[in-house]
């Protein structure tokens, strides 16, 4: 009887030309002038040529920064520095994916039904949050904190905080008062988004008196 274990599942072909990373390796022939028979021989580039691999993966994403970077890395782990000089922003990163074939976020809850979110929606519900968050004072580097479970305005407030520059922590509503001032007191934050209650296991909670708490515990709001 032979030792080697039973190959539960293998990729068909039309499954692995789909799949991201075959993309990326066509991509390596067509730009780069690079052939890779496989993952392990990509793989074994990757870790011999460390600033043609990131620099690849770069161009290939197409990651925008609105300053150019110096260098790929500088230094090695677990001290590297990465593209040093380049100015980054997530949602700018996540709306260059903006289309109208396909929703941006599908949604369910508990109680049922699929809620869809379009990409313009949701660009245009952030673009509205984070115009508030700056009507609050929010700049870079300002701390906005969230109790809030994981709903669609999760990520619009994520998405608003995160188009400003400023910093996003949050907690979830299940969690107690001190956990939360816990988290959100040593950060300093200048605002708080809250929900007075969610729903779990078909019952609802009311957490009025926590936000009350929790507001009470943060003189920076």
């Not at 022939?29 to 691999?53: T, V």
């Not at 779990?200 to 515990?217: L, P, Q, R």
């Given at each position: 009887?032979s030792?080697?274990?039973?190959?539960?599942?293998?990729?068909?072909?039309?499954?692995?030309?789909e799949?991201?990373?075959?993309?990326?390796?066509?991509w390596?022939?067509?730009?780069?002038?690079?052939n890779?028979?496989?993952?392990g021989?990509l793989?074994?580039?990757?870790?011999?040529?460390?600033e043609?691999?990131?620099?690849?993966?770069?161009?290939y994403?197409?990651v925008?920064s609105?300053?150019?970077?110096?260098?790929?890395v500088?230094?090695?782990?677990?001290?590297?520095?990465?593209f040093?000089?380049s100015?980054?922003?997530?949602?700018?990163?996540?709306?260059k994916?903006?289309?109208t074939?396909?929703?941006?976020?599908?949604f369910?809850?508990e109680?049922?039904g699929?809620?869809?979110?379009?990409?313009?929606?949701?660009k245009?519900?952030v673009?509205?949050f984070?115009?508030?968050?700056?009507?609050?004072?929010?700049?870079?580097?300002?701390r906005v904190v969230?109790?809030i479970p994981?709903?669609?305005?999760?990520?619009?407030?994520f998405?608003?905080?995160n188009?400003?520059?400023?910093?996003w922590?949050s907690?979830?509503?299940?969690f107690?008062?001190?956990?939360v001032?816990d988290?959100?007191?040593?950060?300093e934050p200048?605002v708080?988004?809250a929900v007075?209650?969610y729903r779990?296991?078909?019952?609802?909670?009311?957490k009025?008196d926590v936000?009350?708490?929790?507001?009470?515990?943060?003189?920076?709001?």
């Amino acid at each position: 009887m032979s030792d080697a274990p039973r190959l539960l599942w293998q990729p068909s072909k039309a499954f692995i030309e789909e799949s991201n990373l075959w993309n990326y390796i066509q991509w390596l022939k067509e730009n780069k002038g690079l052939n890779f028979e496989g993952y392990g021989e990509l793989w074994k580039w990757s870790i011999d040529n460390l600033e043609d691999f990131w620099l690849s993966i770069w161009e290939y994403f197409d990651v925008h920064s609105s300053t150019p970077f110096e260098h790929v890395v500088a230094g090695a782990m677990p001290k590297a520095s990465w593209f040093n000089g380049s100015s980054l922003n997530y949602a700018e990163h996540i709306f260059k994916n903006e289309n109208t074939d396909n929703p941006a976020i599908i949604f369910s809850s508990e109680n049922g039904g699929i809620e869809e979110i379009s990409w313009s929606t949701l660009k245009a519900q952030v673009a509205s949050f984070a115009s508030f968050l700056r009507s609050q004072g929010v700049e870079k580097g300002d701390r906005v904190v969230a109790f809030i479970p994981n709903i669609p305005e999760a990520t619009i407030g994520f998405l608003a905080a995160n188009a400003i520059g400023a910093v996003w922590s949050s907690c979830s509503p299940d969690f107690g008062s001190a956990s939360v001032v816990d988290r959100f007191q040593q950060i300093e934050p200048k605002v708080l988004i809250a929900v007075d209650g969610y729903r779990y296991g078909g019952k609802a909670f009311n957490k009025t008196d926590v936000v009350e708490d929790i507001v009470s515990e943060l003189p920076t709001l």
